[in-house]
């Protein structure tokens, strides 16, 4: 067996956390899988997989050589596709993409089988957290972001914004009143939400007359992830700042409240990213441009 074959197999295996699912995947027997990694950890002289009863994952030098498979195979899968292009058939192949997780929940997934009607060929893996992946180190094609962009070393594509409101739950409103002006929060606790990559709570922000504004928020719980932070806001624990468009259904049913209009924060940026250094491959292209008009928001 050639080593690229052997890497695709790995690659699976690793996407897969099974043998046996990645032998059905790629409709190979499953001694041949388990056969080829073990090939390719022979001749690494590493262990590339822990293996268990239930499951197998990566050891170290596995996530190691899964990201450099993973850039071989990509760089393959773009040369192919050009050519493919060219010949007039669809685009093919897997598309990595990184998104925010409640964005990936409401409006990404739902809408991804229409993608698939247009390009049934590309498979789509969705990397959903609130965290900065990092494009190249992670092998990850492009991402949906939500905020000022810092990274200079991406190319980006504005798709539109997000209105932000200022909301709590209808038990939290009926315990502790509803804040009617700013001087009110002092009397309030909030759900923080830290930062993944410093570990700090973000500041609570209001855009007033053109001007942000920070105002101090006490807290009992943080957390760093949107979904978190809304299910903390439904259990009562505190006001939360969140984008509109996740929570509308749970506001329209009158399960949280929006409270102080007149001070919101500033609406968040929504682009989708991907790398400078990265050659835009006919099937990332596709799913970008997809992706601009069909999460366009704001």
Request: glycine share 8%; aromatic share 6%.
């Amino acid at each position: 067996m050639d080593q690229l074959k052997a890497m695709q197999i790995f690659r699976t295996v690793a996407e897969c956390n099974s043998f046996a699912r990645a032998a059905a995947r790629l409709d190979l027997p499953r001694p041949t899988v388990t056969n080829a990694v073990q090939r390719v950890e022979q001749q690494l002289g590493v262990r590339l997989l822990q293996r268990t009863t239930r499951k197998v994952s990566l050891t170290v030098e596995g996530a190691i050589y899964l990201e450099r498979c993973s850039r071989v195979l990509g760089e393959l899968e773009d040369m192919n596709a050009l050519f493919f292009a060219g010949a007039g058939r669809l685009p093919s192949g897997i598309v990595r993409v990184d998104a925010p997780e409640r964005l990936a929940h409401v409006n990404l997934i739902p809408k991804l089988p229409q993608f698939f009607a247009l390009y049934p060929d590309i498979q789509v893996r969705v990397g959903s957290s609130d965290r900065y992946a990092d494009l190249v180190g992670e092998g990850i094609d492009c991402a949906i972001r939500a905020g000022e962009l810092r990274d200079s070393g991406l190319v980006a594509r504005r798709i539109g914004q997000l209105e932000q409101v200022n909301c709590a739950s209808a038990d939290y409103l009926a315990r502790h009143g509803t804040p009617v002006v700013l001087a009110d929060l002092a009397q309030h606790v909030a759900v923080r939400f830290f930062s993944s990559q410093s570990g700090r709570d973000l500041d609570w922000e209001y855009h007033v007359d053109g001007v942000d504004r920070v105002v101090p928020m006490r807290s009992l719980v943080s957390v760093s992830g949107t979904e978190a932070y809304v299910a903390s806001c439904r259990a009562g624990l505190g006001l939360i700042q969140v984008p509109r468009y996740g929570i509308g259904p749970l506001i329209d049913s009158g399960e949280l409240v929006e409270v102080l209009p007149a001070w919101r924060p500033r609406a968040l940026p929504v682009s989708v990213v991907y790398s400078h250094n990265r050659h835009l491959s006919p099937r990332v292209r596709v799913f970008v441009d997809w992706v601009a008009g069909a999460l366009s928001v704001g």
